[in-house]
């Protein structure tokens, strides 16, 4: 394990609160999964390598990229990022370049917004709660322990969770040929509402479906995407 620093305060437009960073192999993570309790189901499917761990909780007031490339609020990475306990964004996670870092929450995620538009992987131990999730891509690994909760959940061209342990919750809006028997989950607890009632009409097309690229484009950008 190498302990790296971290800039406090103002960090490439970001804000962070303090957290213990380092970088930890393969073996170090494997060895932590296994002490958490993630089930090797799960972390088999991630890449081997170097990630950067945060031992504790930790809040982001801003976006948290998984792109590779784009400035993010704890640096480089290898692999990706494992959180050893709570994470909270005030903005967005997202991806939309392939080579798309690794995520993995080992208590819950809170996020503003959840966009993938490429090939992440995101594992969350816990429960995860947003306003807005959507998801446009396949080659990708989504794994969520507990609940995944959103006001909006949006998956597009055959994108589902590979897992939800627990109940996915929110309005959906899926391709015709995707039910919610596709989307991994315990169990689903769909509103009624459809999603082109909750979204600002700069996220929809002009039939009033939503499009893709601005939902993105909106929320990576930190504007409004759910009606007042």
């Known amino acids: 394990m190498r302990e790296r620093g971290l800039g406090v305060g103002d960090s490439w437009g970001y804000t962070v609160r303090v957290v213990e960073l380092s970088e930890i192999s393969w073996d170090e993570a494997v060895a932590?999964?296994?002490?958490?309790?993630?089930?090797?189901?799960?972390?088999?499917?991630?890449?081997?390598?170097?990630?950067?761990?945060?031992?504790?909780?930790?809040?982001?007031?801003?976006?948290?990229?998984?792109?590779?490339?784009?400035?993010?609020?704890?640096?480089?990475?290898?692999?990706?990022?494992?959180?050893?306990?709570?994470?909270?964004?005030?903005?967005?996670?997202?991806?939309?370049?392939?080579?798309?870092?690794?995520?993995?929450?080992?208590?819950?995620?809170?996020?503003?917004?959840?966009?993938?538009?490429?090939?992440?992987?995101?594992?969350?131990?816990?429960?995860?709660?947003?306003?807005?999730?959507?998801?446009?891509?396949?080659?990708?690994?989504?794994?969520?322990?507990?609940?995944l909760r959103g006001a909006v959940q949006v998956w597009l061209d055959e994108c589902a969770p590979d897992r939800v342990g627990g109940t996915l919750a929110g309005a959906l809006e899926l391709p015709s040929y995707l039910g919610v028997g596709d989307l991994g989950a315990t169990s689903v607890a769909r509103a009624d509402v459809p999603v082109g009632e909750l979204v600002v009409a700069d996220a929809l097309d002009d039939e009033g479906k939503v499009d893709g690229e601005a939902l993105h484009n909106l929320l990576i950008g930190g504007e409004p995407v759910l009606r007042g």
């Open 32 to 147: 932590l999964f296994k002490e958490r309790g993630v089930p090797e189901s799960t972390w088999e499917n991630l890449y081997e390598g170097e990630y950067v761990l945060c031992a504790g909780d930790a809040v982001v007031e801003g976006n948290f990229p998984l792109n590779g490339g784009d400035e993010h609020p704890w640096g480089d990475y290898d692999i990706g990022y494992i959180v050893d306990g709570d994470l909270t964004v005030a903005g967005c996670v997202y991806d939309e370049d392939d080579g798309a870092a690794a995520l993995v929450v080992l208590g819950d995620l809170r996020a503003k917004g959840i966009s993938i538009a490429s090939d992440p992987k995101i594992v969350v131990k816990g429960n995860t709660e947003v306003d807005v999730l959507f998801a446009q891509y396949t080659d990708k690994y989504l794994d969520f322990g507990g609940d």
